[in-house]
């Protein structure tokens, strides 16, 4: 059974960074599409990034594009997600998500089957 747990989470205020880490076990991250999503209160989940073929190519949605960087440490077995220059609608609980790739190239979150618990990001002075 496909295991992820995510950690790196907490409060940071506007401008600030934080690098959120997703620790998987049972399986070989690499093999796997990788993708981060998150969900702020009263809206809908929505992907961050991902990792989606065996390649590593990635997506990012146009929200965080040059703010958020996605990687992997296969040695470690973890994916990462830098996060910076947040902003206040950057606050929200994220989740890593894995599937064997691929998967579509946006990372819709229905194409994910194993999830993480989720950490909670709060951007705020």
Not at 82 to 110: F, G, I, K, R, W
């Amino acid at each position: 059974q496909v295991q992820l747990l995510e950690s790196g989470g907490g409060l940071v205020q506007p401008g600030g960074s934080l690098r959120l880490s997703c620790a998987a076990s049972r399986f070989t991250l690499e093999h796997y599409a990788i993708g981060w999503f998150r969900q702020a209160p009263g809206k809908e989940r929505e992907g961050v990034s991902c990792v989606y073929d065996i390649h590593g190519s990635t997506h990012y949605a146009d929200s965080v594009k040059g703010r958020f960087t996605i990687s992997r440490e296969s040695a470690k077995n973890m994916v990462y997600l830098q996060m910076n220059s947040l902003q206040p609608e950057d606050t929200a609980v994220y989740y890593c998500a894995a599937d064997p790739p691929p998967v579509q190239h946006m990372c819709p979150s229905t194409d994910f089957r194993s999830w993480g618990q989720g950490t909670q990001v709060t951007v705020s002075s």
